[in-house]
């Protein structure tokens, strides 16, 4: 992943107002500045970067099983029945040949002490461990593909604002021109040069530009509501993009290739996954050896009480190795591993589908935004080429060259033109957000 080694720095002002409270300004110069709020900011990155701690923390936890366990016992009984021996019956006098029951013990048996106990060998825990890690790596591509997304969006909403920014301030202009075309409309009127349906036409005309400014002014709200939602702003604080959308733009990208895509990794460590859920699944099959010590002192007595003096204690310890070996489990082991390689062959092939996709998707995307430069670069052209006509325009109806029909369609052709411009705009860094996260 192409890592972005940016200064991180919030600007904030603090302004007095009449009341003695405090309003915040975040004033952004870049496109740059806006990312590294977010990635200092954003509450579901923050999220993930806690998910990632939990499985990092899981991970370890999964290594302790090559520890020993220790624990310190203590063990009251009361024997309500003591166990019955036979024993010769010629011990105690008896009738040689014959037994007789006997029964040995005290009422109550008191154990104290240590017990350890260490796992020899045990294939399952020792697969867990690799899951656990591969869990811990799918936490970091996972923040590292939400990181990617929000780049995307943070630039896509930041230019877009910025576009809004540029169409208002345009309407603008037009509004005055449409205010100035009605003035000499009025003029014209008054010396009788034209009838009443001039001035409702030149009216409608300026309607449009307010109706179009108004739309322009929503987006331009609603592209800064949203980047607040991703910088983690606060609703009290107020969002300043210093930053002007310029007539120039972004070099072409020929025999360029990008960065692969995250997703390409994502369906890797799935196959890793499935990969190890077959060895998982094969491992119920093997033996488990586990080691027990025990270090403890033994005392009986025929009374609940309990003696503190050494010379009431036994010793009693023992050394045990335990193995355990899987013999029939009604088939269900042999169809899990089964069921495990079918999906890990589905995994494999996912894998495969994806990486043609990529590709094919990078080709498609670079030329898209290829294509969509030579648009703008056209569609600006073009803008400044309706521009120039409507000033000349402007000066030919003002001195009665033309008529007001004729001006008004040439300014309809500038909006027209004008808006094309600001689309074809918004159509280029929508493609070029995808990109330059990934070159």
């Not at 020899?120 to 990617?148: H, P, T, Y």
């Not at 990794?265 to 488990?288: G, H, N, R």
């Amino acid at each position: 992943m192409l890592r972005f080694h940016l200064q991180r720095f919030l600007i904030l002002i603090v302004l007095a107002n009449g009341t003695g409270l405090q309003a915040q300004e975040v004033i952004i110069n870049s496109h740059e500045e806006a990312f590294a709020i977010a990635l200092e900011q954003n509450l579901d990155l923050q999220n993930l970067l806690l998910s990632e701690q939990h499985a990092e923390l899981e991970y370890k936890k999964s290594k302790n099983h090559r520890l020993p366990t220790i624990n310190g016992t203590f063990t009251g009984q009361k024997n309500l029945d003591l166990a019955t021996t036979l024993l010769p019956a010629e011990i105690f006098g008896g009738e040689p040949g014959t037994t007789i029951p006997t029964q040995f013990g005290q009422e109550y048996t008191f154990n104290a002490g240590i017990s350890i106990s260490k796992q020899v060998f045990d294939k399952k825990a020792k697969l867990n461990i690799e899951m656990s890690e591969l869990n811990l790596d799918q936490s970091k591509l996972e923040q590292e593909l939400f990181e990617e997304v929000l780049f995307e969006q943070v630039y896509l909403y930041y230019y877009t604002a910025l576009i809004a920014s540029k169409a208002i301030e345009l309407a603008e202009l037009d509004l005055q021109t449409a205010s100035e075309i009605i003035r000499l409309t009025q003029e014209k009127f008054e010396e009788g040069l034209l009838d009443a349906s001039a001035e409702i036409n030149t009216t409608i005309n300026k309607n449009k530009i307010e109706q179009g400014l108004n739309s322009n002014k929503q987006l331009q709200m609603q592209c800064m509501i949203e980047l607040k939602k991703l910088l983690g702003v606060k609703p009290s604080q107020t969002l300043i993009l210093l930053e002007k959308i310029d007539y120039e733009l972004p070099e072409p990208m020929l025999n360029h290739t990008l960065q692969p895509d995250k997703s390409l990794a994502a369906s890797k460590l799935e196959v890793d996954q499935a990969d190890l859920q077959v060895k998982l699944s094969q491992a119920a099959l093997y033996p488990t050896v586990t080691l027990n010590n025990y270090n403890g002192q033994q005392q009986f007595r025929n009374n609940f009480g309990l003696g503190f003096s050494s010379e009431d204690w036994s010793p009693y310890s023992y050394i045990s190795l335990d193995l355990t070996v899987p013999i029939f489990s009604g088939f269900r082991n042999k169809k899990k591993i089964k069921q495990s390689k079918i999906s890990r062959e589905i995994s494999l092939n996912d894998q495969q589908q994806q990486k043609q996709e990529s590709l094919l998707n990078d080709e498609l995307l670079i030329s898209n935004y290829n294509i969509s430069l030579r648009d703008a670069g056209i569609s600006k052209e073009t803008y400044e080429l309706y521009k120039k006509n409507l000033e000349l325009s402007s000066q030919r109806f003002e001195e009665g060259l033309i008529s007001l029909d004729a001006h008004l369609a040439v300014f309809e052709d500038y909006l027209k033109a004008e808006n094309a411009y600001l689309n074809s705009l918004s159509s280029l860094y929508s493609y070029y957000s995808q990109i330059e996260y990934r070159l």
